[in-house]
């Protein structure tokens, strides 16, 4: 089984900070990563796919970039609607999802 | 548009059986590359993938869940139902269907589910 480790957990920020999460994959996993957001009592929204490509939709502030064993997801300048949790997804060998990092208000 | 909607009880005994329907709509479970798969999520806790199908009846389980899973379509009704047997209170959780492109990620997402297992 591919394990996917997340950090931080959690992440105090302000709004128009840069904030980064980082996954790490257990084993290679090529680019096949993808990053989604969620929000209380939502289902997750698909952000990222392929490791670095922003899903239809989704504002050019959030980006990805990574392959093999280690991804960070990066919002240049956060906005109120942000604040939630993210989790990245590994679909090399079936799927797997990290733990998930909340981004809260500072 | 692609939706999907998840149903089944909201309170199952335990050792009791679980069925849960996603129904969608916005695409066919017949075309090629198409896959639906099953994600859940307990109470303040990470997500879990635990069943996919796929669009030429192929399907894939969690290794961890294999045993007490069963994942079927019904194309005509554009139906994905997933069984799981032998229920205990920690299966307590949100049971999410969800599209997935061309075998890779999960881009559509129903609303989710809260399925509590408690005697």
């Known amino acids: 089984d591919i394990q996917m480790t997340q950090s931080p957990s959690t992440l105090s920020a302000s709004v128009g900070d840069r904030v980064s999460v980082t996954c790490r994959a257990s084993q290679s996993i090529s680019s096949w990563l993808a990053w989604y957001q969620q929000k209380p009592g939502k289902a997750p929204k698909l952000l990222i796919y392929?490791?670095?490509s922003l899903e239809s939709g989704v504002p050019s502030r959030f980006s990805g970039s990574g392959s093999g064993t280690e991804f960070t997801l990066t919002i240049s300048s956060l906005q109120p609607d942000d604040f939630a949790t993210y989790y990245c997804?590994?679909?090399?060998?079936?799927?797997?999802f990290g733990q998930g990092t909340k981004v809260e208000i500072k | 548009q692609i939706t999907l909607k998840e149903s089944g009880p909201t309170l199952v005994k335990p050792t009791q059986t679980l069925t849960l329907t996603c129904t969608f709509s916005g695409f066919s479970l017949s075309t090629s590359g198409v896959g639906v798969g099953w994600i859940r999520q307990p109470p303040g806790k990470a997500l879990e993938w635990l069943a996919l199908?796929?669009?030429?009846?192929?399907?894939r389980y969690s290794p961890s869940l294999q045993s007490r899973l069963t994942i079927t379509k019904d194309t005509s009704k554009n139906q994905v139902v997933l069984t799981m047997t032998n229920m205990d209170p920690v299966d307590t959780a949100t049971y999410y269907c969800a599209h997935q492109a061309a075998a890779l990620y999960f881009d559509y997402w129903g609303q989710g589910t809260l399925v509590t297992v408690s005697s």
């Open positions: 997804q590994q679909y090399n060998s079936y799927w797997t």
């Open positions: 392929k490791a670095s």
């Open positions: 199908i796929y669009w030429d009846d192929n399907n």
